[in-house]
């Protein structure tokens, strides 16, 4: 089975500090991978995507991708109480299926 | 607006009594697919569709039937629910598989 494993926190960040959010991946196929933010009640909707390995970085979202450790981040540079959700991580493994991450709860603190 | 629709948003049901939640896309996506969320076990995938008439199974897809007859709408069926199924349901699509998926606001199934 593969796998995608999140640590499920809360992980709590003080306002204007750097929230980091980690996923693994067992499936040495994958190619790509999303992150969604969810709010509690809501749909998951897209922060970022990636493709190659290295740095993507959108507004305050940077993107980090280590194929070759199987390891994908997400890094909030001056974490607002907005950014306060469950963040998904789900690889692309090249076939239909998606496995997604049980996700990491972020708590900003005001 | 590019939207994804789903409905019931809520249905409160018996054990056994056929159910249909729709889903319907107005992006003109190929990939579709229904993911149940159930706290502590994340998103987990029933079924997907690549195109019209061509549908498979995802991780959990037992006691479910989807269809595909038209691009745009990806109903899913509960031939007989049971309390096993009472969870959290989002619909998504994409305009192909590799793409980001768009996910509609979900539908909250309580089965007694």
């Known amino acids: 089975q593969k796998e995608v494993e999140q640590n499920s926190g809360p992980l709590s960040v003080p306002e204007g500090a750097i929230a980091s959010l980690n996923c693994t991946y067992s499936?040495?196929?994958?190619?790509?991978f999303f992150w969604y933010r969810q709010y509690s009640g809501k749909s998951p909707e897209l922060i970022m995507f990636?493709?190659?390995?290295g740095d993507k970085e959108d507004g305050r979202f940077t993107a980090q991708l280590n194929k070759a450790s199987q390891y994908v981040s997400l890094l909030i540079r001056d974490s607002q109480p907005s950014d306060s959700a469950t963040y998904l991580c789900a690889p692309d493994s090249g076939t239909y299926k998606y496995i997604f991450g049980t996700g990491t709860r972020l708590k900003v603190l005001a | 607006e590019a939207q994804v629709t789903q409905n019931p948003r809520y249905l409160i049901t018996v054990t056994g009594k056929k159910l249909t939640v729709t889903c319907s896309q107005n992006m003109n996506h190929e990939y579709m697919s229904w993911y149940r969320q159930d706290p502590g076990l994340g998103l987990r995938q029933i079924y997907y569709?690549?195109?019209?008439?061509?549908?498979d199974k995802g991780d959990v897809p037992e006691g479910y039937k989807v269809s595909r007859k038209e691009k745009r709408n990806f109903p899913l069926i509960l031939e007989s629910p049971s309390p096993n199924q009472t969870s959290l349901y989002f619909c998504a699509s994409s305009l192909e598989r590799n793409q980001p998926q768009h996910f509609g606001d979900g539908t909250r199934l309580s089965i007694l």
């Open positions: 569709s690549m195109n019209v008439e061509v549908t």
């Open positions: 499936d040495r196929g994958s190619q790509s």
């Open positions: 990636i493709y190659s390995n």
